[in-house]
Structures are given as C-alpha cells and as structure tokens.
C-alpha cells in the first residue's frame, strides 16, 4: 500500500497548523511472472513492468506496461496494464497521463471502483477537486465499505469549504473501519478549524491510540491544547511530535509559541532558531525571534531578524507594526543615555 499525501500547513503566529493527510492506494496486479524469464504475452510484460518498478526502474515499467497495452490482451490485462502504468506515471508527477491511463482502464472495467479510486487520488493531486469528488462516490456506489474513498471525499469537500460535510465523510470512514486513525486525524483538523476543540482532542488522541507514530497527530492536539491555554500540555505533545520527526520545523515554530507563552525566552528563542535553520524562508519565524531578540535587548539582531521577516512578507509589518513602535518608544530612552 503506497501512501500519497497532501499537507496543509498554516505556520502563522497564533494559529494551529491544520494538516489533512489524503489516503492514497494504488492498486496493482501481478499475474505469475517469473524474473528472469523473456516476456512473450501481455501480461509478462505486465508483471516485469511492476519487478522494474519496485526496482525503482520507472521509465524501464512505463516501456514494458506501454508494450503490454499494444499486444492487446485480454481486457483485464488491458485494464491492469493501464492502470499500473498510470502508478508509474504518477510517481513521476504525471498526472495528466495517468488521469488518462486511468480513465482507459475504467473505459474497460467500468465497474471496478479501484480505478475510480486511484483517478480521484490523482486529481485530487491535481486540485481537480469536483472530478475528484465525482470519482470517490462513484468508489462508494460501487463498494459503500471503503474506507479510504469516505475519506478522501471528506478533504475533498472541506477544500471546497463544505466542513460539516467533510466531518459526515470522516465518521464514515470510521465507521467503516474503526482502527483507521488517519480519518480520526482529519476528522480532528476539520473540528478544530470550526473551534470544537474538545472534539478535536478527542479524536487526535483516539488517533494516537491506534497510531502511537503518527507525529502529526501530536503536533495538532499539541496546537489545540495550547489554545486551551494548557501550554505544559501542548509542550509535551510538540516534545513528543520532535522524538519523532526531529527535523520537522513547525514542531520546533509551535513548540517555540508555547514557550513564549510562558516567558521561557531562552526556550522559545531556541525553538525559532532551530525553526529558521530547518525552514530559512518562513518569514513568523523570524519575526517571533525578534520579539525575543527585542525582550533580550538584543537590539541589532531584532532589527536584522524584523527585516528579513518583513522581505520575505510584507504584510507582516502590520501584524508587528504596534509592537515595534512601542519598542522604539521604550528605548529611547535607553538610547539618548
């Protein structure tokens, strides 16, 4: 099972980061292939097409699907064909090729909801959100049971701005599969971004419970515990989300708010720094250091920090425009002396 994500993240200061996972399964088939043997039918060809491409070899796949499709076998080696040369091409950011491949398949097999499935992924990779949509509820028309297909159609619709019916599409997806902690994540994000906070707690520690690596999940009941004001909470949750992905800088960015919250400036001034190390062009980040910078009386390297944040965005003057004006007033007299 190949996972395709798509991540929303909202690194502005003050707001948690909502991220939505999109569940993506492209379904392959294998039919009896031997390695080494010398492909004759379609469906050798086929199948060294998918030993190529779990070698990596995706251009040497695309040829042998491609060879597959022109001897015009049988219509579900056809199909598969199609469709596993649409995964190739995807993996190559295709997209438009394999929303064509997989549009044959279904031209062939137009009651198998894989395909379906596996075209909404890619135009949903493609913002083609009411192809997308169409696609994921003719996988339910076709299998009500899917899980991933309730899913995606969920994100699908909460970018169209439909959250309630994002959250409906969610509890469907549980409902079909209770253990699937991804849609607990997304149901979390969707409920948090309408401030049901509890209810978004609730559903990104249920998806903790059955994912205890899922670091995103941390990251957000870390965000929505902090705006709570439980920030000891919130911390233990970013601390959790860094052993995990110790790289990841909007941990590091949040972490840093909460830590500024309760006037642990050193902390917090870590966090930024690390945050700017990880991500050079996230403009907050600079700007929430210079703050620190400026509580320090770090006068210099708050102006250069405030300057390279306002470069990055300008429309952050305004947010920080009363803060350094009041700075200015404060160290006047500090100055002249």
């Not at 990596?56 to 040829?63: N, R, S």
């Not at 690596?213 to 919130?234: H, I, P, T, V």
């Amino acid at each position: 099972m190949n996972a395709v994500r798509h991540t929303q993240l909202n690194r502005k200061p003050g707001h948690a980061n909502k991220l939505l996972f999109i569940a993506g399964v492209l379904f392959v088939v294998l039919i009896g292939y031997s390695n080494g043997q010398t492909p004759r039918t379609a469906e050798d060809y086929n199948n060294r097409g998918l030993d190529r491409q779990n070698k990596g070899d995706i251009d040497g796949a695309i040829e042998d699907y491609t060879k597959a499709i022109s001897l015009k076998g049988k219509p579900i080696t056809l199909a598969t064909a199609y469709n596993n040369r649409a995964n190739a091409r995807m993996s190559k950011n295709d997209l438009d090729g394999a929303i064509e491949d997989y549009s044959k398949a279904i031209e062939i097999q137009p009651d198998n909801f894989e395909n379906y499935y596996n075209r909404g992924v890619a135009r949903m990779a493609r913002n083609d959100n009411d192809a997308a949509m169409a696609d994921f509820s003719k996988v339910i028309e076709i299998s009500p049971r899917f899980a991933l297909a309730y899913d995606n159609r969920g994100t699908v619709k909460r970018a169209k701005g439909d959250v309630d019916g994002a959250i409906g599409d969610y509890s469907r997806a549980i409902e079909a599969n209770p253990q699937f902690a991804q849609a607990y994540y997304n149901r979390g994000a969707a409920r948090q971004s309408k401030d049901d906070v509890e209810g978004a707690i609730k559903d990104y520690s249920a998806s903790i419970e059955i994912a205890p690596r899922f670091a995103e999940a941390y990251l957000n009941r870390g965000q929505a515990k902090q705006s709570k004001g439980n920030l000891d909470g919130a911390i233990v949750d970013y601390n959790s989300a860094l052993e995990l992905k110790p790289n990841d800088a909007g941990s590091y960015f949040a972490r840093g708010t909460a830590r500024q919250a309760k006037e642990d400036l050193n902390g917090a001034l870590a966090d930024y720094s690390k945050t700017i190390e990880l991500d050079p062009n996230l403009a907050t980040a600079y700007a929430n250091r210079a703050v620190i910078e400026t509580l320090q009386g770090k006068w210099a390297a708050a102006d250069a920090d405030f300057d390279r944040a306002f470069k990055i965005d300008p429309s952050l003057k305004s947010t920080f425009k009363a803060f350094i004006e009041s700075r200015k007033r404060k160290s006047a007299p500090l100055m002249r002396e």
